[in-house]
């Protein structure tokens, strides 16, 4: 699907979590809000071939001042500013998490200064490891404190007189009631005895751990006994070892999921920056994938998407300070973000993003203009998205009975007065729904809500290739 400019990525609500990238060529044909831009002569984009490797380190969901003026008419568009408050607290469990993490690689880029080519290609980060495959993770909160054995972790059991903290709760050989144990001996001669408070005791171990001794950053042990590997507070007010420390830049691995057919599948391919040291990109597709919980898995795609930042360059480092992604979160994208549950939104697991914009909540919050009065006829309640994508005038989407206790889009009005509704079985089950909608050979329903985020960027030591 990499064939034009590249892709965005975001998250919605508080659905914000972990995430995974793929790209796609942005529009579609003559007409479209968001025709595609050819690619700018400079180096090509080839993973590891590139410079200045950084990381999104801080990403909002901008105010509604933020917007990019995307269907032209004077105006800044974002829609998603009114529930920048309930993306606030997702978004900053998955910084925080490391399950987003979004590297960035530079191509075409000589320094700072104006640039009429500047390419660079958006990755999947994997910072996380788990060594000893127990299910549990050292570096995040309540992680794990052994990632070498897969018998230590949050969660097992105590076990008596081993010298050692078997649960990660930061204490070795307590008692069933929490209590810390008495023992006075220091077994490892490192100063500490369990009484002390060292979470390792053992003789052949534990010398570099106890209280007070600085965390060894990748050594999967739990160094400083807080209870986590690779994760305590430092000077910076960040955790130590944490990718998004612009004193101490990490080595990052990046997701195979990064890359399509061998290629980064996130590629801006278009952009310059000016005399101001502003650099611009796009418009373009931005796809993510964004891992949940368990098997669940959010696929976002944003287009029209449009990248603005300040380069700031101190040395021979170049981040990106002030950025704002913009973009449009089209209506079958948001047909498919389902098995959350929001309740400031009515979002329920069974149901999709896409129903409670449409069809609960989220659209009167969102302020999502009343559908014409020849749709609204016919079905009472229903809305538009803010943003015309292919200029054939706004879709609609609507519950087709108000009166049930299904709070679902089952019809889909196309720009063109074109209705599509669910295709249900025998059994009353959704074999499609009417997003999925097709118009020769292509998605029908495209039109979507305006959304803009603010990030800024801190220096990676290097990016890595995917682990074989």
Do not use: W
């Amino acid at each position: 699907m990499l064939k034009c400019a590249a892709m965005r990525k975001l998250s919605s609500l508080g659905l914000f979590t972990g995430a995974v990238l793929v790209a796609a060529c942005g529009g579609d044909g003559k007409g479209d809000l968001f025709p595609p831009k050819p690619e700018c002569q400079g180096d090509a984009v080839v993973a590891y071939m590139g410079t200045q490797p950084q990381v999104i380190s801080t990403l909002t969901v901008g105010s509604a001042s933020d917007g990019f003026d995307l269907d032209g008419d004077g105006d800044p568009d974002n829609k998603l500013a009114s529930v920048a408050s309930v993306a606030k607290g997702g978004i900053a469990d998955a910084l925080d998490n490391y399950s987003l993490i979004i590297p960035i690689e530079f191509f075409s880029l000589e320094g700072a200064g104006a640039d009429d080519c500047v390419k660079f290609a958006i990755y999947l980060g994997q910072y996380v490891p788990d060594v000893d495959m127990d299910g549990k993770k050292p570096l995040i909160e309540k992680g794990d404190c052994n990632d070498h054995d897969k018998l230590i972790g949050p969660d097992v059991t105590e076990v008596a007189d081993n010298n050692v903290d078997d649960d990660c709760d930061g204490k070795a050989d307590e008692d069933a009631q929490n209590v810390a144990s008495t023992d006075t001996v220091d077994h490892d001669g490192d100063g500490f005895s369990k009484a002390q408070g060292d979470c390792d005791d053992r003789p052949t171990l534990g010398t570099t751990i106890h209280p007070g001794a600085a965390e060894v950053c990748g050594d999967g042990l739990d160094n400083d006994c807080d209870g986590v590997a690779d994760r305590t507070a430092n000077a910076s007010g960040l955790p130590a070892c944490s990718p998004f420390d612009p004193a101490h830049p990490v080595d990052m691995t990046l997701d195979p999921r990064s890359f399509e057919n061998g290629q980064p599948a996130i590629a801006f391919k278009d952009g310059t920056i000016g005399a101001d040291g502003k650099l611009l990109a796009g418009p373009s597709l931005f796809s993510v994938k964004i891992p949940v919980t368990g098997d669940l898995v959010l696929d976002l795609r944003i287009t029209g998407a449009t990248i603005k930042a300040d380069v700031v360059q101190a040395g021979d480092v170049i981040t990106l300070k002030n950025g704002h992604l913009g973009g449009v979160i089209d209506s079958k994208t948001a047909d498919t973000i389902r098995g959350l549950t929001v309740d400031q939104i009515g979002l329920k697991p069974e149901d999709s993003l896409l129903d409670a914009t449409f069809a609960n909540l989220l659209g009167p919050l969102l302020a999502l203009p009343k559908a014409d009065k020849k749709i609204t006829a016919k079905y009472a309640d229903c809305r538009t998205p803010d943003i015309d994508v292919d200029n054939d005038g706004l879709e609609a989407f609507c519950d087709s009975d108000l009166n049930d206790d299904f709070k679902v889009v089952d019809t889909c009005i196309d720009g063109d007065g074109t209705e599509i509704k669910d295709v249900v079985g025998a059994d009353g089950a959704v074999i499609m729904n009417c997003s999925e909608a097709l118009k020769d050979g292509k998605p029908r329903f495209v039109d979507g809500i305006s959304v803009e985020l603010n990030f800024e960027t801190t220096q990676l030591k290097s990016i890595l290739p995917p682990p074989t």
